[in-house]
């Protein structure tokens, strides 16, 4: 028998196995870490300290803040004034959610809950349930020590975070996150966790069925509480609600419907006063509905009891605001002695518990119908009342064949009805269905008879079947409304609530009362139409403008809009909160320029005066520095680098940077400098005007050619234009005359200048180895480096004597925007083709922002009428 021979495995092939011996323990060690992570866990409401006002639940709370950050009603909601300083933390979540990865989205979709508290201890406690992601909280005790950030420490098992005078409390405990800017709330819930016991209603409320819309939960007491309804809190309320009680609302907003639940628990065995005794009779399914004809535009419908019932709740209510209880014995008693019946014999004998008032197509009068219980007991009622002298029955209609009679009633019937707002003085009547209808139009009963009798009924309204597709059949209060049409009760106010429904044109309202509590559902839908080009909150006021410049943040996505009124006042608006603000410290007149680099990390302007003084400005429009010169400044200037470079009346170019530190650069003496520098890299071309005008070319702020400026014959407005094409750096210049100039490396090339014999008031700007300008007569051209132009007339402009021009790129929005002497913007592609969206309402220089962060460019510009427009670009 042969040996076994031990054949040994090569040493690289040991290493090999070693190395993913040790990543497959390093994987499930990591696997088995966040499996753990996952299955040990704690309720977030144990941490929950007793006694809030409210508690806001979510399960998936990106999933319930997604929809809510990208609604359109919130843009005209949050565009007034009052309401500034929430549109700039929505606008920033907004835009944080838009730009977050699929897979940031999908680690957000956790659940929260926060807890408010606005009486012993005003504060709020967050506490996120972070499941498996808590791998990673659970070393936080390890993590902090390599964690270096300002104002943030770690000691007792948590972390605190100084912000100004605000310090957060966060607290990692298992799979929970604690997160206050209370200390005693912090400590009531990081010590006494342990000992919180969960109500049957948090339980079953919060921790039962999961939900990724938004819920609001508050102990029913506290809301019986509240001022607005102390009126109705007693003894007996607070036995119905129950002390544990959670009453919630839930609710699911998008652009296309609005989704409200409100669900109050209540113990009915405790409703035995009039008016809550209501509360003991559940809901059922009425049958009017199926009997309202089709073009039914909105109805009210009342199935909670009997006539009788009803009575004998609400009176006692509306008696504290209304003497009804004399109204309505004064009239029993005149019922009593004319008709010889009461009127409860003539309203409660035969009717049953169905009350509806509904809207017909193309009229104005609504219906009223009544269900009838016993048709023989109304019979006999209307019979008695047909008898007698004061109630005239004899006049009727024939209306498509069929005969309507009237009831013309005694002023002491209507004017009880009218206590109710109805206002029924002399109405036509049908009986069909077990139903009786009342309405002053005739023509409205033929309508519904006609229709229900075809079959035309609600279900093929179509606005009806948007809102009622999920309906539950039971209700005791049901309300279907169209807002061109009727406005319901809820709505008829101005709160920032009502103002949201608002623009949900078409809804239903249901109340339903269960075993176990009440059930309140609003369901609306928006009405399909068409965006307004302008933007909700536009267009802003301005006073005085100085010029049709408007200028932006040199950020990728602007904050702030700036302009000058008056020459000295420098305005700012806020597209986040659309607040203006104003500086108007300034002794004379001002020129501004975004800031670039350095100088633009906290400040967002350059400002300078022609009294040779210096500014740098935040976006709060604060100062932040200030520099003071000998100079007389003759335009604004233009950034460079990190710098700002002025001219000056003796011929010098003033750079400042936001280090304090000022270089002048001398030209030449006797030059006019009367426009702004034009940059290019370490480039700067500054023009001095004249009747034979001069070019100065400077490199790393040196003058190349003070001894030989490039030369031009004749005046010309404006700063000339440099670019970098094919390498070189070219200079292009336009006189008031129509000569155009285009030099290289500080040489006028050949076949320059191009002669157009059109008057100029404005200069050329590039974009794509090209240069435009616009003409008096509103003519666009475009002149190419081979001596060749193009140019196209701006559609219904004649003159454009103050003309505008300007080269813009925004996320794609590259191209020429012109303005004449009219209010219309043009906006053209480098190749003269009309932009899509143009023209628009507006004059000037334009700019360019994601205004309401839904990815969507906006276009801002000023107006003849003093104001800003910002349009929608498709």
């Not at 919060?206 to 003894?235: Q, R």
């Not at 008696?319 to 409860?344: H, P, R, V």
């Not at 949900?504 to 059930?519: N, S």
């Not at 104003?582 to 002794?587: A, G, Y």
Request: hydrophobic share 40%; net charge neutral.
């Amino acid at each position: 028998m042969e040996d076994k021979v031990k054949i040994k495995k090569p040493l690289p092939l040991k290493i090999i196995f070693g190395i993913l011996i040790v990543l497959c323990s390093l994987l499930l060690s990591i696997g088995a870490w966040i499996a753990y992570s996952a299955l040990n866990r704690i309720s977030p409401l144990k941490f929950i300290p007793e006694n809030y006002t409210a508690i806001i639940h979510t399960d998936k709370i990106y999933s319930a803040v997604e929809p809510l950050v990208g609604l359109k009603a919130a843009e005209t909601i949050l565009s007034e004034p009052s309401l500034s300083s929430v549109r700039e933390p929505y606008m920033n979540a907004r835009a944080f959610i838009n730009n977050a990865s699929p897979l940031l989205t999908k680690l957000m979709d956790i659940r929260i809950d926060t807890a408010l508290y606005i009486e012993e201890a005003n504060g709020f406690v967050a506490v996120v349930d972070l499941g498996w992601l808590s791998f990673a909280t659970r070393l936080s005790s390890v993590i902090a020590g390599f964690l270096h950030v300002k104002d943030l420490t770690w000691g007792d098992g948590h972390f605190e975070y100084k912000a100004g005078e605000t310090t957060i409390y966060a607290k990692p405990y298992k799979n929970i996150i604690i997160v206050t800017t209370s200390k005693e709330l912090f400590d009531e819930s990081s010590h006494n966790f342990a000992s919180r016991n969960l109500t049957s209603s948090e339980k079953k409320e919060i921790e039962g069925k999961k939900t990724s819309a938004l819920k609001i939960l508050a102990p029913s007491l506290k809301i019986a509480k509240m001022k607005a309804l102390e009126n109705f809190y007693t003894e007996t309320a607070e036995k119905i609600l129950g002390k544990d009680n959670l009453s919630s609302i839930t609710f699911n907003i998008t652009n296309d419907n609005i989704d409200v639940s409100l669900n109050i628990p209540i113990n009915k065995e405790e409703c035995n006063t009039d008016l809550t005794s209501l509360f003991k009779l559940n809901s059922t399914q009425p049958r009017i509905p199926a009997l309202l004809s089709s073009d039914t535009q909105y109805y009210t419908l009342i199935n909670l009891a009997s006539l009788e019932q009803m009575k004998n709740s609400f009176f006692p209510l509306i008696q504290k605001t209304t003497d009804i209880e004399a109204t309505w014995k004064k009239a029993n008693g005149l019922c009593k002695t004319l008709f010889s019946m009461t009127l409860e014999d003539i309203l409660f004998s035969w009717t049953g518990n169905e009350i509806t008032a509904f809207g017909i197509e193309g009229s104005s009068d609504p219906v009223f119908a009544l269900q009838i219980k016993d048709e023989s007991q109304r019979a006999k009622v209307f019979d008695k009342l047909n008898n007698s002298i004061l109630i005239n029955t004899n006049t009727s209609l024939i209306v498509n064949g069929m005969r309507l009679p009237c009831l013309e009633l005694p002023g002491f019937l209507s004017g009880l009805l009218s206590i109710f707002n109805v206002n029924l003085p002399r109405p036509f009547y049908l009986v069909n269905n077990g139903y009786i209808y009342f309405s002053m139009s005739p023509q409205n009963l033929s309508s519904v008879y006609t229709h229900i009798n075809k079959n035309y009924v609600i279900s093929r309204n179509v606005n009806w079947k948007t809102v009622s597709t999920n309906a539950k059949p039971n209700t005791s209060l049901e309300l279907f409304y169209n807002l061109k049409r009727s406005l319901p009760f809820f709505l008829d106010n101005t709160s920032l609530t009502s103002k949201i429904l608002k623009l949900y044109g078409i809804g239903r309202f249901d109340f339903e009362i269960k075993d176990d509590g009440l059930q309140a559902r609003l369901y609306a839908s928006a009405i399909s139409q068409e965006d307004s080009p302008m933007l909700a909150g536009f267009p802003k006021a301005t006073g005085k403008i100085s010029d049709y410049n408007l200028i932006a943040d040199n950020e990728k996505e602007p904050e702030n809009l700036y302009w000058i009124e008056e020459d000295t006042k420098l305005k700012c608006l806020n597209l986040n909160s659309l607040e203006q603000k104003t500086l108007d410290t300034f002794e004379s007149k001002i020129y501004i320029a975004s800031t670039k680099g350095s100088a633009g990390k906290d400040n967002k302007l350059w400002v300078n005066t022609d009294q040779g003084d210096i500014f740098l400005v935040d976006k709060n429009l604060g100062i932040a520095k200030e520099f003071h010169t000998d100079s007389v400044f003759t335009s604004g200037g233009t950034v460079y680098k990190d710098s700002y470079v002025i001219p000056t009346k003796d011929g010098s170019l003033i750079f400042a940077d936001s280090n304090g530190n000022i270089e002048e650069v001398y030209i030449g003496s006797d030059l006019n400098f009367k426009s702004r520098p034009a940059v290019c890299e370490n480039y700067i071309a500054v023009y001095s005007r004249g009747f034979e005008g001069e070019i100065y070319l400077l490199k790393d702020k040196e003058c190349i050619n003070r001894n030989n400026p490039m030369i031009v014959d004749g005046i010309g407005f404006g700063s000339p234009a440099i670019a970098k094409i094919d390498g070189t750096i070219t200079i292009a210049f336009l006189t008031q005359k129509g000569e155009f100039y285009l030099f290289k490396e500080g040489k006028l090339e050949d076949g320059f200048p191009i002669e157009t014999r059109k008057v100029f008031t404005t200069n050329v700007v590039y974009d794509r180895n090209s240069f435009y300008t616009l003409s008096d007569d509103a003519v666009i051209y475009k002149f190419n480096a081979n001596k060749t132009y193009s140019c196209v007339k701006l559609p219904d402009v004649q003159s454009a004597k103050e003309a505008y021009i300007s080269s813009k790129n925004f996320e794609g929005w590259e191209g020429i925007y012109a303005s004449g002497d009219s209010n219309v913007l043009y906006g053209f592609s480098p190749d003269l083709e009309l932009l899509m969206s143009f023209p628009l309402a507006g004059r000037g220089v334009p700019v360019f922002a994601d205004v309401n962060k839904d990815k969507n460019t906006n276009c801002l510009v000023l107006s003849i009428s003093r104001e800003i427009n910002s349009w929608r670009l498709k």
